[in-house]
């Protein structure tokens, strides 16, 4: 993010690169990069006569080069963006000659998405020399709460843990689908707001009662009832928690307790820094703890592992996402 922040930096400041090379596994930042580069280098009378939008699935290395050669028209530069240019990936080294001798006036621009270029490749290189070439990398899971916190401060927004915590677990790593989610929170509530689980349930529509954050705090409380019951709508609605997201989810909350367990040193704050989660949800750790040794933990993630293999059909005949849940909590709680 602050690599991002510092492009975006120099471009305001006038350090404008003649190529810029945006590609990686998280297309969250290419296209944040991408559109603002589209958005402000040109007024919009210049934009007409001076950007163009080409389409890797529809175009050759040998088109782009021709197009980035072209002098401007009654505008300081033109501006010359290839969205989906991983289709690209058979020709690009092609690229390098035009890399060496750039367009001065021409700012070419690839978004390079889910994959990326060998940066030891001359064609790498080159472009390094004249440009810039940014990866952007997937963001861990347990790097998404904090992602979400600075995103919101930037924007003059706070969330609650919890709240932070649903987001996650509903949502994953996905950073572009989160941040749509934030944006449609940011037009509702005023600004300045706290986004609580309230917000999350009313709004994105995911239920502050019956979800996989919900789900693992019964189970680590061994509170059956309320297990079974967050267990029953799960299986009543497949399609709004898949199965293996709340395997996955169980899985890493007891992945958690048996380090947990292993620890030395079992202060919060050095509990929060070796799980890598909230501080508020250390004390989660430290009451399941009570519940669950070290032995049982260890036995539990064995569980968590059949459910995974039988949840994707493999040595069983297709059973009902009611069937594993249950499995799942009668091995937990026995």
Known sequence: MDEVVKIINDIKAGNIKPIYFLMGEEPYYIDRITEYLEQNLLTE???GFNQMVLYGRDTTIDDIVANAKRYPMMAERQVVIVK???HL?????????????PQPSTVLVFAY???TIDKRKTIAKTILKHGLVYESKKMYENQVGQWIVRVLQGRGFTIEPKANAMLVAFLGNDLSRIANELTKLEIILPKGSTITP????????FSKDFNVFEFRNAIGDKNQFKAYQIADYFAQNP?????VVINAQVFSFFLG???YHGLKDKSPNNVAKILKVNPFFVKDYIGAAHNYPMRKV???????RKVDVKSKGVGANALPTSDLLKDMLISIFN
């Open 45 to 47: 009378e210049e934009k």
């Open 84 to 86: 989906e240019a991983q």
């Open 89 to 101: 990936v058979k020709e690009i080294d092609r690229l390098e000659s035009y890399a060496q001798n």
């Open 113 to 115: 998405k889910y994959k």
């Open 198 to 205: 309230h917000h999350i349930e009313e709004n994105i529509g």
């Open 239 to 243: 399609k709004e928690t898949p199965l």
């Open 257 to 259: 307790l048996l380090q």
């Open 298 to 304: 260890s036995g539990i993630i064995e569980t968590l």
